[in-house]
């Protein structure tokens, strides 16, 4: 069912027409109509004894559109989703006490170092405690340096 792309391999309306923001919507509700009207066809074949090479060519198909809705949506998905290139001056997560996947990484690592020291294991809170403060430096995190055990 694919055909040969710019790019390689497509599937279902790609080797048509492109998918963009504007049109986002549009080719959403036709990939979700095209996957109803497989699934209907796929339980119509099953109740009538059809073939199975049909339904698994046409479950095969569904799973394709399946695929293109979830790429098109990383791409062209709502518009709650982008990232205005427009500087925001706006409340940041920051303020609302949500922490980057830095910070949570850095505080993990601490949290073993921690846990290090409870059990006695002294090389590995030092192995850990340089790797959290190391991280803590490189990323400009702000927290004081951990001290060993």
Do not use: C
Request: proline fraction near 1%; glycine fraction near 8%.
């Amino acid at each position: 069912m694919g055909h040969k792309g710019h790019y390689g391999e497509y599937t279902g309306n790609a080797k048509w027409s492109k998918v963009t923001t504007s049109n986002y919507n549009a080719t959403k509700r036709d990939d979700e109509d095209h996957m109803e009207y497989l699934k209907e066809d796929v339980d119509y074949d099953n109740k009538h004894g059809h073939s199975d090479e049909n339904m698994t060519a046409d479950e095969k198909h569904i799973s394709r559109l399946a695929g293109d809705l979830k790429y098109d949506e990383k791409h062209h998905g709502s518009a709650a989703k982008m990232v205005s290139p427009i500087k925001n001056d706006g409340p940041t997560s920051e303020m609302f006490g949500a922490k980057s996947k830095k910070q949570m990484r850095y505080e993990k690592i601490a949290q073993k170092a921690e846990n290090a020291i409870s059990q006695n294991k002294f090389n590995k809170n030092e192995r850990l405690v340089k790797k959290a403060n190391k991280l803590n430096k490189k990323n400009n995190l702000g927290y004081n340096n951990l001290a060993q055990g």
